[in-house]
């Protein structure tokens, strides 16, 4: 098993590079970079070259920002030499090759840059933006569980009956609603939309968060994540609850049962004594695996419509403004915990059944 792990670990260096170069160059066909990002705001009036501070000869480059500014309102366009200046301050004046190699040299020292224009580090971003999509990723996976291994038990119980009928419709009909449509549904419906206060609009957390007491808290946070989180789980708990119900069946069918029968166990006994022990193997190690989809599945799209402040809201946020640090330091996140809840994913599957060898199966 140790030899398979090493396998896959350094599998994921060139699996990380794959992803990088393909969004890399996907990116260079992409209209609208930093460049033209920062003169769209200097044209409205932005703020974006307050993000120039600190990269040096500052007063200077104030001066020239005021001076392209009112150049550019005037109409008579932005100096050439303006422009290069600002694609050499964000590294554009070099091939892109040599840009991606930079990166990957910076990448290899875990140096993941500086932000374009929010003055602060990418590790530093991604750290303070990581908890949220964790969290939300954790309950909602936790709450899957705990509606899907009951309600699956109870389908594979009774298979084929009404109740097997109509839950099977009901899951299948929420598998098929777009989660971020689902979500929009639940603001409208709970959230100050046409019919019902009762959550909050946005936000993990309320404005006096700090002054409240300890249960307090746990009740403001529960108040606040429970529309985001209804929204993860309603395409979650689908998949995982067929799962459960067809590895019953399976089990079920087994000679093991059959001979528990016999010896005259009771039908409680047989199923939740044998069976679920057995059926329980694929769906416990499949844990990582779940985790992994409700965390990528809807992070972005749910963050953004809830306001929350995680990894998904700050990669499209990145995307939108062009920046670039922001966009590939999340994207190189994103794509190494993909790759490694993958390895967990299997160590689990052998935690649980001693019996699965992953180095005979490639062999």
Request: net charge negative; aromatic share 14%.
């Amino acid at each position: 098993m140790g030899a398979y792990i090493l396998r896959r670990l350094l599998l994921v260096i060139p699996t990380l590079l794959g992803i990088l170069l393909i969004n890399f160059v996907l990116v260079q066909f992409v209209p609208g970079g930093p460049v033209d990002q920062a003169i769209a705001q200097l044209q409205g009036g932005g703020d974006v070259f307050e993000g120039f501070a600190g990269q040096g000869n500052d007063v200077q480059l104030e001066t020239e920002t005021t001076a392209a500014s009112e150049r550019y309102i005037g109409a008579r366009g932005l100096p050439p030499e303006f422009i290069a200046e600002l694609e050499a301050l964000y590294g554009l004046d070099k091939p892109a090759y040599e840009r991606f190699f930079t990166m990957l040299w910076n990448y290899a020292r875990l140096d993941f840059g500086e932000s374009y224009f929010r003055k602060i580090d990418v590790v530093d971003l991604v750290l303070e933006k990581m908890p949220v999509s964790i969290t939300l990723g954790l309950w909602s996976t936790l709450i899957a569980y705990l509606i899907s291994i009951p309600l699956g038990v109870r389908k594979a119980v009774r298979d084929g009956s009404r109740f097997d009928t109509w839950t099977s419709g009901i899951i299948i009909a929420a598998y098929a609603i777009p989660g971020f449509l689902f979500a929009i549904l639940l603001l409208v419906l709970f959230a100050g939309g046409s019919y019902f206060q009762i959550f909050p609009l946005r936000g993990l957390t309320s404005d006096n968060f700090d002054t409240l007491s300890f249960w307090g808290k746990i009740v403001d946070y529960v108040w606040h994540i429970t529309l985001p989180v209804v929204a993860y789980t309603i395409g979650a708990f689908t998949t995982l609850t067929l799962l459960t119900k067809n590895s019953f069946l399976d089990e079920i069918k087994k000679q093991y049962v059959i001979t528990a029968r016999a010896k005259g166990l009771s039908e409680s006994r047989v199923l939740y004594g044998h069976v679920f022990r057995n059926a329980m193997l694929i769906v416990i190690s499949g844990f990582p695996a779940v985790f992994l989809s409700v965390f990528l599945g809807g992070s972005l799209i749910i963050e953004t419509i809830f306001s929350l402040d995680g990894l998904g809201r700050l990669g499209f946020e990145a995307t939108v403004a062009r920046d670039y640090p922001v966009m590939f330091g999340t994207l190189f996140v994103f794509g190494l915990i993909g790759l490694l809840i993958g390895i967990l994913s299997d160590l689990m599957y052998v935690l649980v059944d001693p019996r699965i060898d992953f180095e005979k199966r490639e062999g």
